[in-house]
């Protein structure tokens, strides 16, 4: 294929240092381009961009080895921590477990087990241990405001009752958990408020429990404690 030489473009308003150097090898006329095969412009198109197009692969590559890797990863870690879980549960471990997997929702869930059994044995000191790491792992799920409730409680039978009833009304308020564990702990707080005389407070919880829509089970108890009043 024939190829044109570099030749200079003279421009006579400028110096001689200064001409503009046109490379006409790489210029095809519309007669020659004719003759050009398929093959021809392919090659000529990779040895143009084969630098660009070599890199854009090597990056693509790159992500996709990497998000596939991650995944992989993540796919192999939840299922050693599950396989760990059920080891530690048939072991009946699952205290241990539940410490080594303060991050986890399974140590959340073993830390609620732990807490729940503690709880009916009184041992009310380890619930609240125990109740403290499963809301912490369990965070922005539908039971952290179960181990809320129960961290509450436990606080309140170990003899911090101020502490357990700050509690309470924190839960009470706190729009982003479910409104059943919010309802449970207004309903707490109503009659704590109406067997200390504060009528004003009842009347603020019972109306908080009387609006919401999933606290069929607490406007039920309240209707029936209000009866009995």
């Not at 009184?122 to 241990?129: G, L, M, Y």
């Not at 409680?153 to 009752?161: S, T």
């Amino acid at each position: 294929m024939h190829r044109p030489k570099k030749n200079k473009i003279h421009n006579p308003t400028l110096p001689e240092d200064q001409q503009d150097v046109v490379d006409e090898r790489h210029l095809v006329d519309a007669k020659d381009s004719e003759d050009i095969s398929f093959e021809d412009r392919v090659s000529i198109y990779w040895s143009e961009n084969k630098g660009f197009i070599t890199g854009s692969i090597i990056v693509l590559a790159l992500v996709i080895i990497g998000f596939n890797g991650a995944r992989i990863y993540q796919e192999r870690a939840e299922a050693k921590v599950q396989a760990a879980y059920a080891e530690a549960k048939a072991a009946d471990t699952l205290d241990a477990f539940a410490q080594a997997h303060t991050n986890d929702e399974l140590g959340g869930l073993a830390a609620l087990s732990v807490a729940d059994t503690a709880f009916e044995a009184e041992d009310f000191e380890r619930a609240v241990n125990f109740y403290t790491i499963a809301s912490g792992a369990l965070e922005g799920t539908i039971l952290e405001g179960r181990a809320l409730i129960g961290q509450a409680f436990a606080r309140f039978y170990n003899g911090q009752e101020n502490d357990a009833l700050a509690q309470l009304a924190d839960i009470a308020a706190n729009a982003t958990l479910p409104d059943a564990a919010r309802a449970e702990a207004a309903y707490h707080l109503a009659i704590e408020a109406d067997l200390a005389g504060r009528s004003d407070e009842f009347d603020r919880y019972a109306a908080q429990i009387e609006n919401s829509e999933l606290a069929g089970q607490w406007q039920q108890r309240l209707a029936m404690y209000q009866q009995q009043r």
